[in-house]
């Protein structure tokens, strides 16, 4: 309070040639992340735009379009298969991960478990191994000829078949971002539950109330903040899909189509299509779509608040 | 010192503390009755998390069991058991030796991309984050809001876009296309952000003024040792994120000798499905091993600096 005043009172005795000097400084510490921003964000944002709105063809080169490559994506059931199926992914997935990463979270912060440590860095492990590795790895893990499904189908003379060549593929890729990203979420959590003062708690024992009634009155809503976010990083996430299925593809190429996910089908329009175009239309709709489900969730995840 | 661990250990006097002074209440039960800041263990509760561990860890145990298996056995033995040969050294020897030691070369380009890139990127959080915090300047809130909504941005649908970029200037299949987009972390700003607002005091900045050190005297001298487990905590994230990254790469890259490991590993596995390519699933699991211990072991020694970063990042939500 006092310090406050003092450097406000200080602030107007100072010339005011000086002042606008240092209203600049903060732009010297900001300015080398803007810079680099502009050229790796801003300007491809600005230039897919750009591109999106041209078309070109083998004959007659490049031509502008205007919003024709918006109407071809809007109709193009390749396009609207692939978001339905990471939507489908989000509703299921999504909550599926972060609830079992809010129970875990709660239970490490109860400090009712042995060896509470242990759990929280060995669930978090996972986390540090590249999606690459991790779709390897489950993809044999899953496999009928040295994976354990195969195990299992030696051992009880079952054929069950490999989840990644079968129609279980969308479950088996969701089970793989689940145990990737599970620890990390739990993390999050587990850090806000951290920061909620201990004294509440104890207020609320002597009131009387159960640790079920603590956990909905004071640990939920004091962590609502990391629960919006990791929603909106796990939505977002989801509508990226890309690394799962694109190294899963050789092992079930029947399965995992070329426009498994929208990002999978950009990239195949691009780099196999050379259709650059439409693929930067794709990735447009999808940045927007994706932007308006996490506003929405941020808006309703703070209401609640008010 | 870390805070959480301090946090953890604060905990607990005040609670005894407070079970103290409530202590005719308690005469009543023979041992103290446990209380919320050090309560009963639940074994029911350690064994149904317990399944979570299981889930958590039984894939990288398998990584490790297969690791030491050759290629016959990965075939023909139980897959989370250890077969009869223990072949983990012969597998990274060949792992190291396999087409002139090209896995090797693979992991030098990692390691230098996440020492430039994501140690760039730390870098640049820290002096953002640290200017956002700090200094109010024209422009302020638009830069913020412009970096927050970047964070919605799908990465990767930037990626083809700034491919056609880098490609014009002649940067693709070099270096620079996977280190210069690696140094933008927006969740990195802002978590360096909301840590700077917390953990470096304004007065001690006046107070490094009025002693006539300019603002980036200050800022070396004043905030960095301030900033140290926010600092390794974004270290740690960004590495994590350059070091397993694939797409970028994938798309930027076409020389193998410029590939990282991630994009190595795959090329490896798809060996395997092309006609005439010569399957080395034994390697494929060995090399998958080797590429995920360097970061295990970093969050495992850092733990403290990290998970304290991480608490005091969340204060601001």
Known sequence: ?306 | MSSATQQATAGRPTGAGRSGAKGPARLRSKRPAPSIANPRKSLTLTVLTGLVLLYALVPLAWLVINASKTQKDLFSSFGLWFAGDFALWDNITTTLTYQDGIFARWFFNTLLYVVVGAGGATFLALLGGYGLAKFNFPGKRAVFAIVIGAVAVPGTALAVPTFLMFSKMGLTDTPWAVIIPSLIAPFGLYLMWTFAAEAVPGELIEAAQIDGAGPFRTFFKVAIPLLGPGIVTVLLFTMVATWNNYFLPLIMLRDPDWYPLTLGLNAWNSQSSTAGGEAIFNLVITGSLLTILPLVIAFLFLQRYWQSGLAAGSVKE
């Not at chain 1, 069950?160 to 088996?172: E, K, M, N, Q």
């Not at chain 1, 587990?190 to 920061?195: D, G, I, N, P």
């Not at chain 1, 329009?269 to 999808?286: D, E, K, P, R, V």
């Open chain 1, 1 to 306: 309070m006092t310090m406050a005043s003092v450097s406000t009172g200080r602030g107007s005795v100072a010339p005011a040639v000086r002042r606008s000097r240092r209203r600049w400084t903060g732009w010297q510490f900001v300015g080398p992340f803007m810079v680099i921003f502009t050229l790796v964000f801003l300007a491809p944002i600005a230039y897919s735009i750009y591109i999106s709105l041209f078309r070109t063809q083998l004959i007659g080169g490049t031509s502008f379009v205007g919003f024709d490559n918006y109407v071809t994506a809007f109709q193009d059931p390749q396009f609207w298969s692939g978001v339905s199926r990471v939507a489908l992914l989000l509703l299921v997935q999504v909550p599926i991960m972060l609830g079992i990463a809010l129970l875990v979270a709660l239970a490490i912060d109860s400090g009712r478990l042995y060896g509470k440590s242990f759990f929280r860095i060995s669930i978090f492990m996972p986390y540090a191994v590249p999606a690459v590795v991790a779709a390897l790895m489950w993809g044999f893990m899953y496999g009928t000829r040295f994976g354990l499904i195969g195990n299992i189908n030696d051992a009880f003379g079952t054929s069950i078949p490999d989840p990644i060549s079968s129609g279980f593929v969308l479950a088996a890729i969701g089970n793989i971002v689940t145990w990737e990203f599970v620890g990390y979420n739990m993390l999050i959590f587990f850090a806000a539950l951290r920061t909620v003062p201990h004294s509440l708690y104890e207020a609320a024992e002597i009131d009387g109330a159960g640790q079920w009634r603590i956990i909905s009155a004071i640990k939920l809503p004091a962590i609502r903040g990391a629960l919006v976010i990791a929603t909106i990083f796990s939505i977002i996430g989801s509508f990226q899909l890309f690394n799962e299925p694109s190294i899963l593809q050789s092992l079930s190429p029947n399965y995992i189509t070329t426009y498994f996910t929208p990002n999978l089908y950009a990239y195949s329009l691009s780099f196999s299509g050379q259709q650059y175009n439409y693929a930067a239309t794709i990735a447009i709709i999808m940045g927007v779509l994706t932007m308006l489900v996490a506003y929405v969730v941020q808006l309703r995840g703070m209401r609640k608040e008010v």
